[in-house]
């Protein structure tokens, strides 16, 4: 199957590296990709907002299955213009990723498919959780705990324009559970929980993420799970019309009185797809190509028994800016060799040299018999890779670790 991956984050290259495993494979096409993905798939330097070049692309070279990484070209439209020029895609089409793309209409689409979600409320009192409602890549979300909080929070979530939803406060771990939607079914993928702010003991900065874990505990019944979560959003999104066809990623909080997810979104999660995709039993591509068809992929595809960590490298000045390029990168062969997987992110090379060329430069991965075991090897790994200034948490899994 010629398939044509779209983006260029670790996420993707994770998404390539178990691709590339599988017997129906004939070409893998990635744009733009990233040089870790360029050792997988033929890369194309065209961009993931490009609609009508991806589009073009997908034609030119035949491609039997397009799969989408992030979030914006799905927002967009992209799976709507493959799908009319005759292209099989996974990734829902505009209008069922607005579970993602709009706060409003998730709200809407949790309350009337019974899904358990934080209260909405009608003024900004707080303690309570202000949300904008559009894309706003983790920026529009304010958690207020005291009512100068609540003001300042609505002031800003206001000034990104369209609607504002306020909820009640709530409390407790977070994790992330993923499924394969076909429009119809939801296959449970897996549970990971990933650490999002950028310092140890989960002070500093929020960022897009700086290392996960799976499996988590406490979440092993992950058929009920999604049964519960993502079944009722796949059935009310098609009942309106707008079938979900992808990866469906619930933001769960498990407080004190339950499982109440905070968020849906259209995608993979990134970094949780470089735990999810070392410890995946099965075959992707084809659990990927039966969803996008519409059949059901539960035969396909399974969380494996084992554990995975991934720890992510980040730039000295990542989370303030996401540009560090030029340093040279050393030590992946090495780690690779010790049986860890190194997942590249913002990465590009000069003159053959693998050199920095983003924020969250590389996802080092492995996996283990238990969360102990494979924190370890990610870590002995860590130690391998090395950039000027690369900077990592040195708590990711640590308490899942000790059980
Ligand atoms: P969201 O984009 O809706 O997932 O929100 C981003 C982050 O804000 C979440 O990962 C949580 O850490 C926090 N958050 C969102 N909603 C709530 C809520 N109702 N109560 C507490 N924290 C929340
Ligand atoms: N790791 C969270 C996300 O992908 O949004």
Redesign the pocket.
Known sequence: MRTLLVGSGA?EHALAWKLSTSPLLTELHAAPGNPGIAALATCHPVRTDDTDSLVALARELAIELVVVGPEAPLVAGLADALRAAGVAVFGPSAAAAQIEGSKAFAKDVMTAAGVPTAATLDTAIAPCVIKADGLAS?KGVFVCETQAEADAGLEAAAAFGGTVVIEELLEGPEV?LFALCDGTHAVALGAAQ?F?RSEDGDLGPNT??MG?YSPVAGLEELDTLVAQIHQPVVDELARRGTPFVGCL?A?LMLTPNGIRVLEF?A??????TQVLMPRLDGDLLAALAASAMGDDSSDLVRPGDRAAVTVVGAAPDYPARSDYADAPISGIAAAEAGGAIVFQGGTATREGVLITNGGRILSISAVGANVASARAEAYRAVGQVSFTGMRYRTDIAEEAARG
Do not use: C, I, L
């Not at 995608?267 to 949780?272: I, K, Q, T």
């Open positions: 996420r983790g992330s990933d999002k897009g993420g996960a990623f933001g979104n995608r993979f999660g990134d970094p949780e």
